[in-house]
């Protein structure tokens, strides 16, 4: 079954603004994973939380994991035109990785 | 560094017709291979994983089938298609040696079957 699961609303912002988004999931996981898609693209690796933290920053981008709730969240933020992309959240369970639908953003200039 | 290649980018195919997508990964040794589908608007389905040549697990009952003949190379096939088989279908890599399964894709076949 799906392991993570985004907010499914699409998210519209405007240049400079911060962009957050939800991610669900419902077993024990190993760690879970961030990836954006442009369209059409294949998907790129973008940040991992072990099981075992609650927050972790790479550049402009924040991760938080809630174990309790079984959730996770992404920040971008001061979000730029090029953010305009797909992001997906994956849970790493006995080495399988199981995405959400995804959650597309759009940044407006 | 490692280069993952798959193609073609975009394929059109009738019915009925065979099926055969091609991956391949360089600059690493016994990677972990993956295929996914991606249905417009939706998450990656896992179709199939590999952790060696000639090891194949298949997570979803359906019309392809996966191979892989040498280390680096995996391919995804049908002997006939359905028109369900529309997609864009993804081929990844992990490196076995370690234990976080970041994974890394390939530009990806959108597959259109009419």
């Known amino acids: 079954s799906q392991q993570g699961e985004e907010d499914p609303q699409a998210l519209s912002i405007q240049e400079g603004e911060n962009a957050t988004m939800n991610c669900s999931y419902k077993?024990?996981?190993?760690?879970l994973q961030w990836y954006r898609q442009n369209s059409g693209r294949g998907l790129v690796h973008l940040i991992l939380i072990r099981s075992n933290e609650r927050e972790k920053h790479s550049g402009r981008l924040r991760v938080t994991l809630d174990t309790s709730k079984k959730s996770s969240s992404l920040l971008i933020t001061a979000s730029r035109a090029a953010d305009t992309a797909s992001y997906f959240c994956a849970t790493d369970t006995n080495n399988r990785l199981a995405f959400g639908k995804g959650n597309q953003v759009v940044v407006i200039p | 560094s490692q280069t993952i290649h798959q193609w073609p980018a975009t394929l059109v195919q009738p019915v009925g017709s065979p099926l055969s997508l091609e991956c391949t990964v360089e600059g690493t040794s016994n990677p972990n291979l993956y295929w996914y589908r991606q249905a417009a608007g939706r998450g990656l389905q896992l179709l199939f994983y590999?952790?060696?040549?000639?090891?194949i697990s298949s997570e979803v009952p359906q019309n392809l089938s996966a191979s892989r003949p040498q280390d680096r190379q995996f391919i995804l096939s049908s002997k006939k298609l359905l028109l369900s088989d529309s997609g864009f279908y993804l081929c990844?890599?992990?490196?076995?040696?370690?234990?976080?399964?970041?994974?890394?894709f390939g530009a990806g076949t959108r597959l259109s079957v009419l």
């Open positions: 077993t024990s996981i190993n760690n």
């Open positions: 590999s952790v060696g040549i000639g090891q």
């Open positions: 990844a890599w992990s490196d076995s040696g370690q234990v976080l399964n970041i994974q890394y």
